[in-house]
T-cell receptor
Framework: DVKVTQSSRYLVKRTGEKVFLECVQDMDHENMFWYRQDPGLGLRLIYFSYDVKMKEKGDIPEGYSVSREKKERFSLILESASTNQTSMYLC???????????FGPGTRLTVT | KQEVTQIPAALSVPEGENLVLNCSFTDSAIYNLQWFRQDPGKGLTSLLLIQSSQREQTSGRLNASLDKSSGRSTLYIAASQPGDSATYLCAVAGTASKLTFGTGTRLQVTL
């Protein structure tokens, strides 16, 4: 079974802090994704990566950056957290191209 | 820009009923459509993926259909159980591996 893990289930940070969210997959998948999920807005794609050191902006990349130094790990970085980044963050991976996506358990981030 | 709509937003049915969840999308140029289940506060679990060339996929009590030309998909759940209570999301894949999600249907199956 594919396993996607995220470093924290719950996280509370202060405005202005630098925040790192980590995601690891164990199935040698090429593609990795970061989404955020908000009530009434659904899931929205922040960034994705189709190879090591490669990244592409999604629909809402503003205020975020990403890092993929190893194939299995994809990090989402909030350079200076703001209250409007309070959300559920979900990581996903897929083998390649348009294959089925597998999701991690999510990180609920609260910025105060 | 692709838009995905799921109706109804919430649904309550008694145990044992068969039910249909609906998903519609505005741009028929899709590669595939995926149905997910999400339990409260948890991540998404993939249920079924239908390629654009397929009409339907089945897994156990679940059957998903796709009518690409009309921009519609349905998820049929047979003999519903309380354990089926969750939010069901559909997502369509367009270019560059990107999924566009609907906002989901929250299903409650009552005893």
């Amino acid at each position: 079974d594919v396993k996607v893990t995220q470093s924290s289930r719950y996280l509370v940070k202060r405005t202005g802090e630098k925040v790192f969210l980590e995601c690891v997959q164990d199935m040698d998948h090429e593609n990795m994704f970061w989404y955020r999920q908000d009530p009434g807005l659904g899931l929205r794609l922040i960034y994705f990566s189709y190879d090591v050191k490669m990244k592409e902006k999604g629909d809402i990349p503003e205020g975020y950056s990403v890092s993929r130094e190893k194939k299995e790990r994809f990090s989402l970085i909030l350079e200076s957290a703001s209250t409007n980044q309070t959300s559920m963050y979900l990581c996903a991976s897929s083998l390649e191209g348009l294959d089925e996506q597998y999701f991690g358990p999510g990180t609920r981030l609260t910025v105060t | 820009k692709q838009e995905v709509t799921q109706i109804p937003a919430a649904l309550s049915v008694p145990e044992g009923e068969n039910l249909v969840l609906n998903c519609s999308f505005t741009d028929s140029a899709i590669y595939n459509l995926q149905w997910f289940r999400q339990d409260p506060g948890k991540g998404l679990t993939s249920l079924l993926l239908i390629q654009s060339s397929q009409r339907e996929q089945t897994s156990g009590r679940l059957n998903a259909s796709l009518d690409k030309s009309s921009g519609r998909s349905t998820l049929y759940i047979a003999a519903s159980q309380p354990g089926d209570s969750a939010t069901y999301l559909c997502a369509v894949a367009g270019t560059a591996s990107k999924l566009t999600f609907g906002t989901g249907t929250r299903l409650q199956v009552t005893l």
